[in-house]
């Protein structure tokens, strides 16, 4: 029989703190802000794009041109008539790389599991970071403007990017198993958070040099992390001769309970976890799981499904709140652009307190559940919000509370759990695909959402865009 919850909930967290070394630790931070480099250089692209606007349209569009740069230079790069013209276009790049992004975490997932994910993520970030100096910098530089050359550089750059997510969400499921999964998992996610604020910060400083400067930074530093993960992160506890999780379940019958998924019931027979889809023989590189084998995997379809519909919602944040409050307002820029923080802390906070209270729980689903419930009643609420920067920032914040902490949760701690469940038992080799799946259907659901965001504001305003939220966070809960 499976050893009830009550008896095993509090040596299971009690091993959580025995078996953390120091490269726990490391592992921890390097996938932390290897992933956070490459939400910067994403969060920069956003920051610079009234800039990058500027750049592209006709001087006498742009009353400081002529200060700023000889006619002769500043004409030969136009690219569109009007700023309405390439502010669209910059709205289908960032399209054009979440459909990308999408379709690479698919490949990147089963690529991830198949090859060292060490190498996967180092390759993805150094690579990208080419792609991002060459979109921003090497193109100004050179004084080369092209719409196709800049949508199939966008196009390589989401490809590239998507090796992140799924690599490092599958070395952190190997190094930390279920006990505190969800308050550790929950404190990592910040990563992306973290990446915008610094992507953001990073943009600011060398701005008022030219926005080519802030493509630089940002790809210097991503550059630089890809070289320090390929020689510093260890992708699995036994390159440095530690047990793996669920190794020593014959040991201790609590280590075997730590591996369980948070998503099953507490009385599963033992008979049923001798049930595999792939080979428990003892062999130390077992068989990576195929790709339809992930999506029939118990939970991994509907999560994927309800995290489209919730990262619809966080990415139109992301990507929309800088210019909801600015035209809604009618706040400067800069401004708005530092009060969107607040939405980021409130999802770092939500994360972290989510996953710690799912862990106390043993359960991740109703804690979901609740909180989407008040992110209804927290959106409604903001679409409200007077004309009050500190009111605003509240509600923001408490808005990022219960939409992005859900949206962290599911990405990473549930996404291990489901990566980690019985059925793939003996094997981590279903992490980063499982990963993949899930956060590529989110993506798919982000960039419809883009588009449907841009639509329903145009045609019936921002009140109606609250409304679309609220409607797909409903459909999440459903």
């Excluded at 910098?137 to 799924?166: D, M």
């Excluded at 793996?244 to 948070?262: C, H, K, M, Q």
């Excluded at 259907?441 to 679309?468: D, H, K």
Aim: proline share 3%; charged share 15%.
């Amino acid at each position: 029989m499976a050893v009830p919850g009550s008896l095993w909930r509090q040596p299971a967290n009690r091993g959580l703190v025995s078996r953390c070394t120091h490269h726990h630790i490391v592992v921890f931070l390097l996938t932390f802000f290897s992933y956070s480099l490459l939400h910067a250089s994403r969060k920069t692209f956003s920051n610079v794009k009234v800039s990058i606007s500027s750049q592209w349209t006709p001087s006498c569009l742009n009353s400081t041109a002529p200060e700023l740069r000889p006619y002769e230079l500043w004409n030969s790069s136009h690219l569109f008539t009007t700023a309405e013209e390439a502010t669209l276009f910059l709205g289908t790049l960032d399209t054009i790389f979440l459909f990308s992004y999408a379709v690479g975490l698919f490949v990147s997932g089963i690529v991830g599991d198949r090859l060292n994910l060490r190498w996967v993520l180092s390759f993805g970030m150094c690579s990208s970071a080419l792609v991002v100096f060459s979109f921003g910098t090497l193109t100004e530089w050179l004084h080369f403007y092209n719409k196709w050359f800049y949508c199939c550089l966008w196009v390589v750059n989401g490809l590239l990017q998507s090796t992140g997510w799924p690599c490092v969400v599958a070395v952190m499921g190997n190094w930390f198993g279920k006990a505190g999964r969800g308050f550790v998992f929950g404190l990592w996610s910040a990563c992306a958070s973290v990446g915008n604020i610094l992507g953001a910060f990073l943009a600011s400083c060398v701005l008022k040099y030219g926005y080519e400067y802030a493509f630089l930074v940002t790809a210097s530093v991503q550059f630089a992390g890809g070289v320090i993960v390929f020689f510093g992160l260890l992708t699995s506890p036994k390159e440095v001769g530690l047990p793996e999780l669920g190794a020593d379940e014959d040991e201790v019958s609590v280590e075997e309970d730590a591996n369980r998924p948070l998503m099953g019931s507490d009385d599963v027979e033992d008979d049923d976890r001798n049930y595999s889809i792939q080979a428990t023989d003892h062999d130390n590189q077992p068989k990576a799981i195929g790709f339809f084998q992930a999506c029939c995997l118990p939970g991994v379809v509907l999560y994927s499904l309800a995290y489209a519909c919730l990262k619809l919602v966080n990415y139109s944040f992301f990507f929309w709140l800088p210019f909801y409050l600015s035209s809604n307002f009618g706040w400067k820029e800069a401004e708005a652009d530092q009060l969107s923080i607040w939405y980021d802390v409130g999802g770092i906070i939500g994360g972290t307190i989510q996953g710690l209270i799912s862990d106390v729980l043993q359960k991740r689903a109703p804690v979901l559940a609740v909180s989407l419930l008040f992110a209804v009643g927290s959106l409604f609420g903001y679409s409200r919000s007077p004309n009050s920067k500190p009111i605003n920032a509240v509600i923001m914040a408490i808005t990022g509370f219960f939409i992005g902490g859900p949206s962290n949760m599911i990405s990473s701690a549930i996404s291990a759990d489901l990566g980690r469940q019985d059925l793939v038992k003996g094997s981590s080799e279903a992490l980063a695909t499982v990963t993949g799946i899930v956060d590529g259907t989110g993506s798919i659901g982000a960039a419809v959402g883009q588009y449907l965001v841009s639509l329903i504001q145009e045609n019936l305003g921002w009140m109606w865009v609250f409304y679309f939220f609220i409607l797909m966070v409903r459909n999440h809960l459903l």
